[in-house]
């Protein structure tokens, strides 16, 4: 495929959290290895954004820092562009590293803690350009800073104010240009707006679509907010546990949801439109992942589990439309639901 | 004086100050509202309209140097407001509970949470050691924790996000208050266990008549939930009506705009209505009406007067545009 901009094949993370080698020895306990990250198999295509969604601790954030090279992945490989950015076989020559990255940036979810509260705007927006382009005179830094600051709609004066002085929606904004200051082709999104109220949220999701627009950006955007999601992606992966469970275009996903977790997800969001209906409860907490149940990890929460579940992990299939990880679907067992059925 | 058929809470044009080094801030302005028994009452607002302060202020829990600087706040027909710090303690739990946003905080992690049971039940209820023991454990069966027998021995660090806001649940109902006052409640919950509690929440209160005041950011969770629903903005109720009216005809521009910022997971927009700017800061609050710079409705008067709360179909809110003739008024004659 020529218009895929980015693909993970197998990748992988894991964190050891063990206790100190001493707490070992004297509590006769082993390692402890957290698997935040395991096998996942993602590829995104120029244009497009792609949605990530899923609860706390299920490895959405270590897959956006992986792909930015903020994590090396333990197994498994990232190639973007054609260049095998990271894992096994990854390309050696810095120079190139360092040139394919330059395409691809990333928005982090708290505008307080990302920005350098001691550093003008200007010179904020200006570090990645000072840094991948050192050739820059002073006075083209100042007009690229200018200019970038009005495409996301701040004034050109702001850039001699520190970041204290704006709010968290000017800030966000302040990031974005920050991250659009290397004319990336890629911006991974970590939660760009869950720190915003829902009006600023608002526009700031709306910048962050006439900008893709105008600039024939990609974004990965990852967010726990499923409206969010439904809003701003062209296709939504689920994610739970450190794997992809389902994958799907976004009208598809929300229209008929196949996935057992992805069903639960979408009856739990509580929405304008169900106003006094009652909901499905939901079974169960997110087990724990030091310690994950075998096979489907999912399969304890599960109305639909059967012995293969508790055995097997299934893997990521085709199934109509989607890509869905889920014995009782590969089998026929859990029937779909139609939108119909699913809105009500 | 309120009679028994009267609302169980009742505040009147209550202000809030906060006094500071530049001039004293007023984080609430003459807000009025009530609930009545049994009844939930959604307030949602962006960060810094004061809905939080509103909750604080009810409890008798707002910071000094903060302190209500007018205004009324009764419950069942008793003010509370002006209590002495011994006596509102009595009130805070017994007859009000409290839920907060961050159940960590709000337990004490050195404590059983068995222990934290029993003391706020036996601080206001007249029992012994066993039988208090008894109702925490049945209080912990009711609010959903599995093994309620064993897992009252843990302490608050053994429990996840979601068995914690349980917990928490079971204290502020430990005295079977009359009125529960939650601050954002599931708003640091994952979207599976936020649903949990909020069905947990509508159970009880359906089964015990308790009167709850919601107070959370998130629209969602208020039209799931609320029977009637106050919008803040900038320390004041700029509409408040049934929560069905306010969500699909809501009247002030501001709640237009805020419902139409909603992401929807059914609907699908081009582009989400977007309220340009944000809340204004309380140091620099814009004249007349507080919503005027951002309002793409906005005319001359409203730089200069401040609109009053006005009848508009089933809700009441506070916009020029709503106010008709006879209102106008009705007002004049009353301030002459």
Redesign the interface.
């Known amino acids: 495929m020529t218009d895929e901009l980015l693909r993970m094949t197998g990748v992988a993370r894991s964190f050891d959290v063990s206790p100190p080698w001493l707490n070992r020895v004297l509590e006769r306990r082993g390692r402890v290895i957290l698997k935040a990250v395991d096998g996942v198999d993602l590829a995104i295509r120029k244009g497009e954004t792609l949605g990530l969604v899923g609860e706390s601790g299920c490895g959405k954030s270590t897959i956006a820092r992986l792909i930015v090279g903020l994590y090396a992945p333990t197994r498994g490989t990232i190639v973007y562009e054609g260049v095998t950015i990271a894992g096994e076989g990854a390309t050696t020559d810095a120079a190139r590293l360092r040139s394919t990255r330059r395409g691809m940036q990333m928005i982090f979810q708290d505008p307080y803690a990302s920005l350098n509260p001691r550093w003008r705007v200007a010179a904020i927006v200006a570090e990645p350009m000072r840094l991948h382009d050192p050739a820059l005179t002073h006075e083209e830094l100042g007009a690229r800073v200018a200019a970038l600051l009005e495409q996301v709609g701040l004034a050109a004066a702001d850039g001699t104010k520190y970041p204290h002085q704006f709010s968290g929606g000017q800030r966000q904004r302040i990031s974005i240009a920050r991250a659009l200051s290397t004319n990336p082709s890629f911006l991974v999104c970590d939660e760009p707006t869950s720190a915003l109220d829902v009006s600023v949220q608002a526009q700031v999701l709306n910048l962050m679509r006439d900008l893709q627009r105008r600039l024939c950006l990609t974004y990965l955007f990852i967010s726990h907010n499923l409206a969010v999601v439904h809003h701003i992606a062209d296709r939504v992966g689920v994610m739970y546990l450190g794997r992809i469970v389902e994958l799907a275009p976004t009208r598809e996903l929300f229209a008929t949801p196949r996935h057992p977790y992805t069903r639960m997800l979408l009856d739990a969001v509580p929405d304008l439109e169900m106003s006094g209906a009652s909901r499905t409860a939901v079974a169960g907490e997110v087990p724990n992942p030091l310690d994950p149940p075998t096979g489907c990890t999912f399969h304890p929460r599960c109305p639909h589990a059967n012995e293969r579940c508790r055995e097997q992990i299934p893997e990521l299939l085709p199934a109509g439309a989607a890509m869905v990880a889920c014995h009782g679907i590969a089998e026929g067992r859990i029937p779909l639901r139609t939108a119909a059925a699913a809105g009500t | 004086m309120q009679t028994a058929t009267g609302p169980l809470l009742a505040v009147e044009r209550l202000r809030v100050e906060f006094p500071t080094r530049r001039g004293t801030l007023v984080a609430v302005h003459d807000l009025s509202f009530d609930i009545a028994p049994g009844e939930v009452l959604g307030v949602v607002g ?2 810094g309209a004061g809905k939080s302060i509103t909750g604080a202020a009810i409890i008798g829990l707002i910071d000094p140097p903060g302190r209500i600087a007018a205004g009324e706040i009764r419950l069942a027909g008793r003010r509370i407001d002006n209590l002495p710090y011994a006596e509102m303690r009595r009130v805070r739990g017994r007859e009000i509970g409290a839920i907060f946003q961050d159940p960590l905080t709000s337990l004490n992690p050195l404590y059983t949470v068995g222990r934290q049971l029993t003391e706020t039940i036996r601080t206001h209820l007249d029992m012994n050691e066993a039988a208090a023991r008894d109702r925490a454990i049945g209080l912990l069966e009711e609010v959903g924790i599995p093994a309620a027998a064993r897992r009252i021995d843990h302490y608050p660090h053994q429990f ?1 996000g ?2 914690r806001q349980r917990v928490v649940i079971a204290l502020a109902l430990a005295a079977k208050p009359r009125l529960i006052v939650a601050d954002e409640p599931t708003t640091a919950l ?7 509690i ?2 947990l929440l509508k159970r009880l209160c359906r089964e015990h008549g308790t009167a709850v005041m919601l107070v959370t ?5 208020i ?2 939930t609320a029977d009637r629903v106050a919008v803040m903005y900038a320390g004041r109720i700029v509409e408040i009506g049934p ?2 009216d306010v ?1 699909h005809r809501p009247q002030h521009p501001y709640t237009v ?10 609907d ?9 700017g ?2 204004p800061r309380l140091t620099a609050l814009p004249t007349g009406c507080a919503f005027h710079p951002r309002c793409p409705r906005a005319f001359a008067h409203c730089r200069e007067a401040r609109p009053e709360l006005v009848a508009a179909g089933p809700t009441r809110a506070a916009c020029w545009l709503l106010e008709t003739p006879a209102h106008a008024q009705a007002r004049a004659e009353a301030l002459s």
């Open positions: 962006e960060s996840s979601g068995m994952d979207v599976s266990i936020q649903s949990q909020i069905e950011h998130d629209m969602g969770v039209a799931e929560v069905a969500i705009g805020l419902m139409g910022s909603i992401p929807s997971i059914v699908e927009r081009e582009h989400l209505t977007q309220i340009d944000s809340m």
